[in-house]
């Protein structure tokens, strides 16, 4: 009984997560197509409490694997997870400026191209009918577009410092210069540790997608 009320709360939140970034990307898509480029500077005004919320919800995935009633490596997960969530929250909602650059459509926009890879196959997964096609995009197509989206995390951090050098007291919060300075330096240094964060993901990702395709091939020569 425990077990199976541990495969329902696995099967809601992986759904859950599945129908709010496609959600996210739907509305996106044809926002785009409706409005064209004008489309880019509103995203996040348009898309950023969903988004907020999905990326809230991912921190469970954290206990999950810990708890052990999701197969996974903690260290990629981990690095993913926060580093998203410290972009989204201590940069993009901190800074209204920077909400409504491109780069944080762009941002968007890989984010869930990444969760909708990896959802649907968790889905699968859950139900113990898994898919070698969706299992080979989620950790093939996966880790390319994992780079970019490193890429463009380190081009939002960029732009965010371009802004608090130019702008003294650039935050809505009536702090002090050395408080931005002081935020300045700490995006300066959160960029080679992205570097290094997403090398490990990566290193690891690889790792695991080896290990899963191998296991899932072993399994259907079985059949």
């Known amino acids: 009984m425990r077990l199976s009320l541990r495969l ?32 880019l500077a509103d995203t996040f005004f ?15 995935e954290l206990f999950h694997i810990a708890d052990g009633i999701e197969k996974g490596r903690l260290l ?19 800074l209204e400026e920077i909400q409504s650059k491109p780069v944080v459509c762009m941002q968007f926009f890989l984010w869930n191209i990444l969760d909708l890879l990896r959802y649907p196959n968790e ?18 197509l996966w880790i390319p577009i994992y780079l970019v989206s490193v890429v463009t995390e380190a081009m939002t951090i960029y732009e965010a410092l371009l802004y608090i050098e130019s702008d003294p007291q650039p935050t809505p ?14 995006l300066k240094a959160y960029l080679p540790l992205l570097v290094v964060g997403a ?7 690889l790792k695991e997608r080896r290990l899963q395709l191998d296991r899932l091939q ?6």
């Open 76 to 94: 990629p997960r981990f690095v993913q997870v926060m580093e998203r969530n410290l972009l989204l929250f201590t940069v993009i909602i901190l």
């Open 123 to 140: 889905l699968l997964c859950v139900m113990s009918t898994p898919s070698f096609g969706l299992l080979w995009m989620r950790y093939t």
């Open 46 to 60: 348009s898309m950023g409490v969903v988004m907020s919320l999905c990326q809230l919800l991912s921190i469970l």
């Open 199 to 205: 090398s490990v993901s990566v290193w690891q990702l």
């Open 8 to 39: 329902a709360y696995l099967f809601i939140y992986n759904l859950l997560q599945f129908c709010g970034h496609t959600w996210i990307l739907a509305n996106m898509t044809a926002r785009f197509l409706t409005f064209g480029r004008d489309s």
């Open 173 to 186: 919060l009536a702090a002090p210069v050395s408080v931005h300075s002081s935020f300045a330096s700490v």
């Open 218 to 223: 072993r399994k259907s020569k079985r059949k």
